[in-house]
């Protein structure tokens, strides 16, 4: 290995869900803007491990079940070097006994307001011409955003949420995008963001 390879480093990422009143909710930090989330430590004996143990110490929130939902390590998300961004799901109970601090719960459709799909809601019609105008006159653009929004008389799927957000990340159509330097074909999507790559998790 060449000694002029990027350091590579693993981030533990939670996402700790509760469904309180029929709304899905979501533990986050810094006042909505970020989810519990560190480096890996080599005290850590485990992945899992290294997660409960950063998770409870930045929230004060024990964590029950967790299973690992998704990975990745895309190249030039960092300065730093090659960062290993590992999630977890969490379900669990809102507490507020003993939250302190900048830690929150908040409603998932703060987030990601297209994907409330129980009642009658303009977001995805807000998008759709950003979508239609990156899309162009490209057909699989156009045939990818049909099957991600349920536009052209194909049906709404629950299960694309990350391919709807990719899609809107791709199209330059949420904040993220544009930090990371991504042209807008549009007005920004609603939603409020989170950090670095949270909102994509």
């Given amino acids: 290995m ?3 390879a990027d350091p590579i ?3 533990l990422i939670a996402v700790v869900v509760a469904v309180t009143d029929a709304t899905p909710r979501v533990l986050t930090l810094l006042d909505g803007s970020a989810l519990p989330a560190g480096p890996l430590e080599s005290v850590h004996r485990s992945l ?3 997660l409960r143990d950063r998770v409870e110490r930045q929230t004060g929130h024990p964590l029950g079940h967790v299973e690992q939902l998704y990975t990745f390590a895309d190249a030039g998300r960092s300065r730093a070097g090659r960062s290993i961004s590992i999630s977890y799901l969490a379900l669990s109970s809102e507490t507020r006994a003993r939250l302190g601090g900048q830690v929150s719960w908040q409603d ?3 987030y990601f307001p297209w994907e409330d799909r129980r009642t009658a809601n303009d977001s995805a019609s807000r998008i759709e011409p950003g979508l239609r105008s ?3 006159t490209e057909p699989t653009r156009r045939a990818r955003i049909a099957r991600c929004f349920g536009l052209d008389g194909t049906p709404w799927q629950e299960d694309l ?3 709807r957000y990719e899609l809107l990340y791709e199209a330059g159509l949420v904040r993220e995008a544009a930090r990371d330097g991504r042209p807008a074909h549009g ?3 609603p939603g409020a963001t ?3 790559d949270h909102r994509r998790i």
């Fill in 2 to 4: 060449s000694d002029s």
């Fill in 9 to 11: 480093h693993a981030e």
């Fill in 48 to 50: 899992q491990a290294g």
């Fill in 108 to 110: 998932w459709y703060r």
């Fill in 134 to 136: 990156w899309a162009g």
């Fill in 161 to 163: 949420a990350l391919d």
């Fill in 187 to 189: 007005e920004f999507a």
């Fill in 194 to 196: 989170l950090a670095a």
